[in-house]
């Protein structure tokens, strides 16, 4: 554990490193140019994914050394993330085109993507069972997906 909370600023195009011991900020990331939304972190590998809304992107930051490591196309408009820390997969909810992107989290490459319900705009993955549930805000339904 590193004690360490991450936030996206989607007006400054950064993540802000916050020591969660102290409460300060500790670092920024930048270089993300795409209005991040949301942040998941794999706590098994320490690698931080965070969607980039307007350029239809998913980065992935080094925890150990809070700097951005990959950046891959995903769907249109990802708002939100999460990771299955057992597979290492990561899941972003694309709102305009209805789908869900699958990235393996290990090789840096998009393995695909799901279509789920209107407006899908979170996602949230329950990592004892692998299940990934995402949230459909215009069908208000949520979309259940078994990650193996």
């Known amino acids: 554990m590193t004690n360490r909370i991450y936030v996206a600023n989607v007006d400054s195009d950064t993540v802000s490193v916050i020591d969660g011991s102290t409460n300060t900020v500790i670092a920024t990331v930048t270089g993300l140019g795409q209005e991040p939304t949301a942040v998941a972190v794999n706590e098994h590998t320490n690698f931080i994914w965070v969607p980039g809304r307007a350029g239809n992107l998913i980065f992935a930051i080094d925890g150990s050394t809070n700097m951005l490591v990959s950046t891959l196309g995903v769907g249109q408009f990802p ?15 694309n709102q305009h085109d209805n789908t869900v992107s699958v990235v393996d989290g290990t090789a840096f490459r998009l393995l695909g993507s799901l279509g789920v319900g209107l407006f899908p705009t979170g996602a949230e993955a329950n990592a004892r069972t692998g299940h990934v549930f995402v949230s459909n805000q215009d069908g208000a339904t949520v979309t259940v997906i078994q990650d193996d």
């Open 79 to 93: 708002t939100g993330v999460t990771v299955v820390p057992r597979t290492n997969h990561v899941y972003t909810s």
